[in-house]
């Protein structure tokens, strides 16, 4: 097992490049009532460098999401009751074939259809794909999921949702040590896994991080939304996945103290984290 103390970086952008050399990504998020969690992450994935964001929401709230953030563009999804509909997935489908890389998963809710098109989504032949959210919720009801998987996961989920992946699929009492936990998960699966909290474990397997940065002003709502959009855009700009992870787990938290120095950690919201993450690339860069 490699330990890794030295991030990541992205290469410097060359003087003649466009915005498709810096990643076409979809994020599939939202429901009636959580649309902020959808244009988080699409504005964090902004922010953090990708040529081209898709937000691809349920159509009831597209107008909300639309507003908020005039740079990332909507993809209009089929929906009931507010959460995408099951015939939604052909849309996702070619919003797979169009991009780099989707993400699923925040403030999407959880139900039968959710959880349709995302074994949809993990069924597809080396689509770069990370959950996070509601979509590590409705992926721990799926079946023997791992099984059925030939996209390229990262999941990104907090210690509950950890438990819930873990009680999904194994009967044994999970590791008590995180960074155990987290390599014996992501070897199991054959996942790249980034075990939020205190100390964000990031592994492969093969190699382990473990973060540095970060504050408990972070422990907001959207925070985790805003990581998702920055791990995106990291992978739409070709880091590897695991590089991707360790650089966006290690810059969001930069930002996230950049933010609390300024504001205090009481006051930090999510937004704050995005509206730091530009001193906190520059300062890596």
């Not at 908020?68 to 089929?78: A, F, N, V």
């Not at 949809?120 to 032949?125: E, F, H, Q």
Request: aromatic content about 4%; overall charge neutral.
């Amino acid at each position: 097992m490699q330990k890794i103390v030295t991030i990541p970086k992205l290469k410097p952008r060359a003087v003649d490049a466009h915005k498709g050399t810096f990643g076409k990504v979809c994020i599939v998020a939202g429901s009636v009532g959580m649309s902020g969690a959808a244009a988080l992450a699409g504005r964090a994935a902004l922010r953090a460098g990708a040529g081209l964001v898709r937000v691809a929401i349920p159509k009831s709230i597209l107008p909300i999401v639309a507003t908020i953030e005039p740079s990332y563009t909507t993809i209009p999804l089929e929906d009931t009751s507010g959460q995408i509909a099951r015939k939604a997935v052909s849309k996702l489908i070619s919003a797979a074939n169009e991009n780099d890389v989707l993400a699923f998963g925040c403030g999407i809710g959880v139900s039968p259809a959710v959880r349709s098109v995302l074994e949809t989504l993990i069924g597809l032949d080396n689509l770069r794909l990370i959950i996070d959210a509601d979509g590590l919720n409705n992926l721990s009801k799926l079946k023997d999921w791992p099984q059925k998987v030939k996209a390229k996961l990262i999941i990104t989920p907090h210690p509950g949702e950890m438990a819930g992946l873990w009680q999904g699929l194994f009967r044994d009492e999970p590791p008590a040590d995180r960074e155990a936990l987290a390599v014996q998960f992501a070897k199991l699966t054959n996942t790249t896994v980034v075990l939020k909290g205190a100390g964000t474990v990031v592994t492969d397997s093969q190699q382990i991080y473990v973060n540095t940065t970060g504050n408990p002003g972070m422990a907001s709502a959207g925070a985790g939304d805003v990581l998702t959009g920055v791990i995106t855009a990291l992978m739409g700009q070709g880091m590897t996945d695991f590089n991707a992870a360790v650089y966006g787990v290690y810059v969001h938290g930069l930002a996230a103290d950049i933010a609390a120095d300024e504001l205090g950690q009481v006051s930090l919201m999510a937004t704050d984290i995005i509206d730091a993450l530009p001193v906190a690339f520059a300062g890596t860069s």
